[in-house]
């Protein structure tokens, strides 16, 4: 929903609640890769310093430090908004579905792609609250269509699942083909 | 003439035809679903795209790309909510227009404006070739170099309010790019870890930032459905209205290929400045922001004719005006495609295929709405959390396809939490995008540069090079000078909006 009162706010970024957090975790950030980038680059002897491998890391490093440093005085004056640790909390929810999608993908290669996607889609369907068989239903259906679309007709390169080495020859090679 | 005919015989497939038809129906829906877009389709498609012929590949995205904006009207005007961040200033009289039973006209002009858009920019795209041939090949390496600084110091000035946050994320991007190892095989900031050696892969940090950080924000988010309500009546009718507003139109469409040509500045511009002219030279200026079909008109031309530019510094220099561009550079890359002076030196029929490809997706589209609008209506009332777990889905084909890399998924879930802080916060992520792929520029262009020069004012000592380092100095300069008279006009703390904003989280 687009809340901007006037033209100039439609267009102009405000801050928001986690603007401090996030300052502080560029500046640490920044400051941890300025101390490692002695160590972590190589100045050539005999090279001149734009064609040096040390330079766009420093040049990006220098840039990345001035300006978080910057944003973080700029928040630091700023009145405090309310609702800071909310905001942190809703970032750390989202990673659980960071680790929805890793055991996706670990497991993908082990169960195969279309039965894994069918099971995830219907699984994460019930984790969001989702109890129609409707929905349930059109999540399977849309797994599926995604595994015939990407994997039978474009033949995009996802590996056939562990699983399908116990099915019988003739379908084996057709299930890691095709799903 | 003859061509120009090899460009069209060149699309002349019946894979490049059905490319260009998924392209655009599939923009269409793409961006009328909000919280989709068409920077997270093309992350998406991008992989794929990989294994077709460059036309094939290149037409299908840029049909996302030129027909996502259509869409993005559609909920914009019907529910307030713009179907991409660039229809955001849509809803600003669209909506309106809607709440006093007005939905139809809105529709219309809004369709009929993004079509005048779109073919003002595609032509302007056309007259301008022949320049661009002229001019491209005076661009050496430090004029690259230069225009390439030009763009990121734009893309970081043109988030105001976040300068600091887009110049920090900008530096985050060009140290992205310089990860891993470099071309005489040093080891650069890759902290004695083998998956850093590699450096990291512009797909996986795009899918991450764009499609995993939209899956992850819809996931999270409490669950919505759009409820909008259909619209009654003939739309081809409805868009004869345009034609009383075509000097608004032609001027919109004249900023945004103004704007678009620009790297790093692109279609909010064109659209601050296209509205901002369409309500000086209003007979009713009380009316913008309360339904006013000019403002409506200015918005989505402008944004609409911001495509067909953006593709002048990607074709011609090689250079990503913004983060969708920067995409389609990595599908030139794959095919051995190098965009840039030599392009419309040795494949000029290529570019050509590519303009005519704009004029018809832009055809099929209008046609494509005209019929099936409240088909659409039914397609955005999905629930925000199932949508999530639609673009997790498919973004797992997107980073996993590319290599089967476990590693590279894990890399791009890292960004897709990145980019969902970025998105809660109101702050860029086409700094990084832009960083990333510039720095890369920047890095090879300096050190070719380099060798001719012995004193300084050497790097700015032809013309185009000279004109270039001037606009960077007025850049900054009117930047200054904005920011002071911007802190004379602020707002106090209590009238300043401190909401997420919908126009920022894509």
Not at chain 2, 450 to 465: C, H, Y
Request: proline share 5%; glycine share 8%.
């Amino acid at each position: 929903m687009i809340k901007a009162q006037t033209l100039q706010d439609l267009f102009k970024r405000y801050r928001r609640p986690g603007d401090l957090f996030y300052s502080i975790i560029c500046v640490v950030f920044s400051l941890f890769l300025a101390f490692n980038l002695r160590a972590e680059t190589t100045w050539v002897d005999n090279t001149k310093l734009f064609a040096q491998p040390a330079f766009w890391p420093y040049v990006a490093v220098s840039a990345m430090t001035v300006f978080s440093a910057l944003h973080l005085v700029s928040s630091v004056v700023s009145p405090k908004l309310d609702g800071r640790w909310q905001e942190v909390g809703f970032w750390l929810r989202s990673v659980e579905y960071a680790g929805w999608f890793m055991i996706y993908v670990i497991t993908v290669p082990q169960l195969g792609y279309l039965p894994t996607t069918v099971i995830f889609a219907v699984a994460l369907c019930l984790r969001l609250g989702y109890r129609n068989a409707r929905y349930l239903g059109s999540a399977a259906l849309f797994a599926v269509v995604v595994v015939v679309i990407f994997k039978s007709l474009l033949q995009v390169k996802v590996p056939g699942g562990a699983i399908y080495e116990l099915l019988p020859t003739a379908l084996r090679s057709f299930f890691l083909t095709y799903f | 003439m003859e061509t120009f005919f090899a460009g069209v015989e060149l699309l002349m497939r019946w894979d490049v035809a059905l490319a260009l038809f998924i392209g655009s129906v599939g923009g269409v829906v793409i961006g009328a679903i909000p919280g989709v877009g068409a920077a997270v389709a093309i992350a998406i498609l991008l992989p794929a795209t990989f294994s077709l012929d460059p036309i094939v590949g290149l037409t299908m995205l840029l049909g996302i790309y030129g027909s996502s904006m259509y869409g993005g009207a559609l909920p914009a005007i019907l529910i307030n909510t713009p179907g991409t961040a660039v229809n955001a200033l849509t809803t600003y009289d669209g909506y309106p227009m809607t709440k006093r039973g007005e939905a139809r006209r809105a529709l219309a002009l809004a369709y009929s404006a993004s079509f005048w858009g779109g073919i003002f920019g595609i032509l302007c795209l056309i007259f301008l070739s022949p320049v661009l041939a002229l001019v491209a090949p005076h661009f050496g390496s430090r004029e690259i170099f230069l225009a390439a600084l030009l763009g990121i110091i734009l893309v970081v000035l043109a988030h105001r309010g976040q300068v600091f946050a887009a110049g920090g994320l900008a530096g985050f991007g060009i140290l992205l790019h310089t990860v891993g190892l470099d071309t005489k095989y040093n080891q650069r900031m890759t902290f004695e870890q083998t998956w850093l050696t590699g450096g990291f892969d512009l797909i996986v940090v795009v899918l991450g930032l764009f499609a995993l950080s939209q899956a992850f924000l819809l996931l999270t988010e409490k669950d919505s459905a759009p409820d909008p309500q259909p619209v009654d009546g003939s739309m081809f009718g409805a868009m004869k209205e345009m034609w009383l507003y075509k000097r608004v139109a032609t001027v919109a469409s004249g900023f945004g290929v103004l704007m678009g040509m620009i790297p790093g500045v692109g279609e909010f511009t064109a659209q601050f400045m296209s509205y901002t002219y369409a309500r000086r030279t209003s007979k009713t200026p009380d009316d913008f922001g309360d339904g006013a079909p000019e403002g409506l008109i200015a918005s989505e031309a402008a944004n609409n004719a911001v495509p067909a530019a953006a593709m002048i510094p990607l074709l011609a220099l090689g250079i990503p005006g913004e983060a969708l561009t920067a995409m389609m550079l990595s599908v030139f890359y794959v095919h051995n495609v190098i965009p840039g002076p030599q392009l419309f030196q040795t494949q000029l029929d290529f570019v050509y295929a590519l303009y005519i490809a704009m004029i018809l997706l832009n055809v099929i589209v209008i046609i494509f709405l005209i019929f099936s609008t409240n088909m659409l209506t039914k397609i955005i009332q999905v629930p925000t959390r199932f949508l999530g777990m639609v673009i997790l889905i498919l973004s797992f084909v997107g980073v996993y396809s590319l290599r089967n890399s476990v590693i590279d998924c894990a890399i791009a879930s890292g960004f897709g939490v990145l980019g969902l802080v970025l998105k809660r916060l109101n702050l860029p992520i086409v700094p990084i995008v832009l960083g990333m792929v510039l720095g890369g520029i920047m890095e090879v262009k300096l050190r070719s540069a380099m060798i001719r020069v012995k004193q300084p004012l050497d790097f700015v000592d032809r013309p185009i090079a000279a004109i270039l380092a001037v606009m960077i100095v007025l850049v900054i300069l009117m930047h200054i000078r904005t920011l002071r008279k911007e802190h004379k006009a602020r707002l106090s703390e209590a009238e300043i909006d401190h909401d997420l904003h919908d126009s920022q989280t894509r």
